[in-house]
């Protein structure tokens, strides 16, 4: 069975300083992997994913994540955080060969700090 | 905007009742997942259908069903509730293909159930 486990359920971080939000991930074969961002009351926003090649995906906002199939990790990172990143950030993993149920992880709230 | 409406918004009943939400994809996407997320369970995967067929199942009860219709659009329906089943339910819906695969899914806003 495919699990996603997000170790911090919270992060605090300054604004203007780097940000990142940690996923690892269980899963048999090479899988793909997600994350998203909701905001209070609302829905989950796609913000990258990770297919194949490159190990580093950028995606909406600035953001990016890493790809590490040795140590099963995919963590989001932002350069520069904005206050208007708080948000809850959930990373969430498909494995290739089974269809298509998406596990997500637990959650990871931000707060960035002015 | 994600493109994906849910049907209401709020929601409030009482135990034992049956309540039924609604769920429009995205213009052209054959796939409707529904997830229910609650402050003890996380984000739970409930079911899939595409083009108007099951296609996956998850953590989901023998109370709750769902359906897609031909214009693509699913309704979730949750019967006998208890008061556990107060949450956040979201429908997602993606493009294309059976398998799915690499597609992000575009979430709607969700309907808060309350159970009284």
């Known amino acids: 069975a495919q699990s996603v486990a997000q170790p911090e359920d919270q992060v605090n971080v300054a604004e203007g300083n780097p940000l990142t939000v940690k996923c690892t991930y269980s899963?048999?074969?090479?899988?793909?992997l997600f994350w998203y961002v909701q905001y209070p009351n609302r829905g989950l926003q796609f913000l990258l994913k990770?297919?194949?090649?490159?190990?580093l995906v950028k995606g909406s906002y600035g953001f990016e994540a890493e790809f590490n199939k040795s140590q099963t990790s995919f963590h989001l990172k932002k350069p520069s955080a904005l206050v208007s990143d708080s948000a809850l950030y959930f990373c969430?993993?498909?494995?290739?060969?089974?269809?298509?149920?998406?596990?997500f992880g637990g959650g990871t709230r931000v707060l960035v700090k002015p | 905007d994600s493109g994906v409406t849910q049907t209401p918004k709020h929601l409030i009943t009482a135990t034992g009742q049956r309540v039924t939400l609604r769920c429009s994809p995205r213009?052209?996407?054959?796939?409707v997942y529904w997830y229910q997320q609650s402050l003890d369970q996380g984000l739970q995967f409930l079911i899939q259908?595409?083009?108007?067929?099951?296609?996956a199942k998850g953590n989901i009860l023998e109370r709750f069903s769902a359906q897609q219709f031909p214009d693509l659009h699913s309704e979730l329906n949750l019967s006998s509730l208890e008061l556990g089943d107060s949450a956040l339910y979201f429908c997602?819906?993606?493009?294309?293909?059976?398998?799915?695969?690499?597609?992000?899914?575009?979430f709607g806003p969700g309907t808060r159930l309350t159970v009284l």
């Open positions: 997602a819906s993606s493009p294309g293909t059976s398998g799915g695969g690499y597609n992000e899914q575009f």
């Open positions: 899963v048999s074969g090479n899988p793909y």
């Open positions: 990770y297919i194949t090649g490159d190990n």
């Open positions: 969430a993993v498909r494995p290739k060969a089974a269809g298509n149920k998406l596990t």
């Open positions: 213009s052209g996407d054959l796939s």
């Open positions: 259908y595409y083009n108007g067929e099951e296609r």
